[in-house]
T-cell receptor, first 109, second 112 residues
Framework: DAKTTQPPSMDCAEGRAANLPCNHS???????VYWYRQIHSQGPQYIIH???NNETNEMASLIITEDRKSSTLILPHATLRDTAVYYC??????????FGTGTRLTVIP | DAGVIQSPRHEVTEMGQEVTLRCKPI?????LFWYRQTMMRGLELLIY????????DSGMPEDRFSAKMPNASFSTLKIQPSEPRDSAVYFC??????????FGSGTRLTVV
């Protein structure tokens, strides 16, 4: 069922930008790219989503390639509280979010 | 807004007992989702509702599991009888159409 591919783990120095990649080569035209994160023992938290344009909010930026086959989530200034598992998900409409295994980001002091 | 509220936070029960998990979605949200998370299988969708009507229950593992949403502000997930393999964290989430889902803090269920 997994339609996205993410590295299992990444490290990032505190204060630096964290760039989390996601491959979704089979994405269809009406599928949005969603990013969620799950901090240990908490429920998943919505971060950002986009269709084809780059998006930015108070938490992060989402860069989607022109062919839409991959994307990058950018946390501009990572803090220790950003240590979490980050999930890249494709979704059409209000249906199942298939979470996959995600990327475990560790922010190092 | 208090967010999605789940109760209880922790539940320990004996095998064969009935377990009821509860969820209060965010007011105004028209979708409600029940997920289960285990180390082996990750996050799995069990069932979701739209305007209190069950839309897709294909993720419900077996007849021992049932979910209801009697009104827009309350949902339950019931397991009867419970088994040790049901031990997991159960999350409820709600959304307004296809905007970002808001998850609750989860219920950690242990069946001994």
């Amino acid at each position: 069922d997994a339609k996205t591919t993410q590295p299992p783990s990444m490290d990032c120095a505190e204060g630096r930008a964290a760039n989390l990649p996601c491959n979704h080569s089979t994405i269809s035209g009406n599928e949005y790219v969603y990013w969620y994160r799950q901090i240990h023992s908490q429920g998943p938290q919505y971060i950002i989503h986009g269709l084809k344009n780059n998006e930015t909010n108070e938490m992060a930026s989402l860069i989607i390639t022109e062919d839409r086959k991959s994307s990058t989530l950018i946390l501009p200034h990572a803090t220790l509280r950003d240590t979490a598992v980050y999930y890249c998900i494709l979704k059409t409409g209000a249906n199942n979010l298939f979470f996959g295994t995600g990327t475990r980001l560790t922010v190092i002091p | 807004d208090a967010g999605v509220i789940q109760s209880p936070r922790h539940e320990v029960t004996e095998m064969g007992q009935e377990v009821t998990l509860r969820c209060k979605p965010i007011s105004g949200h028209d979708y409600l989702f029940w997920y289960r998370q285990t180390m082996m299988r990750g996050l799995e969708l069990l069932i979701y509702f739209n305007n209190n009507v069950p839309i897709d229950d294909s993720g419900m593992p077996e007849d021992r599991f049932s979910a209801k949403m009697p009104n827009a502000s309350f949902s339950t997930l019931k397991i009867q009888p419970s088994e040790p393999r049901d031990s997991a964290v159960y999350f409820c989430a709600s959304s307004f159409y296809d905007y970002g889902y808001t998850f609750g803090s989860g219920t950690r269920l242990t069946v001994v």
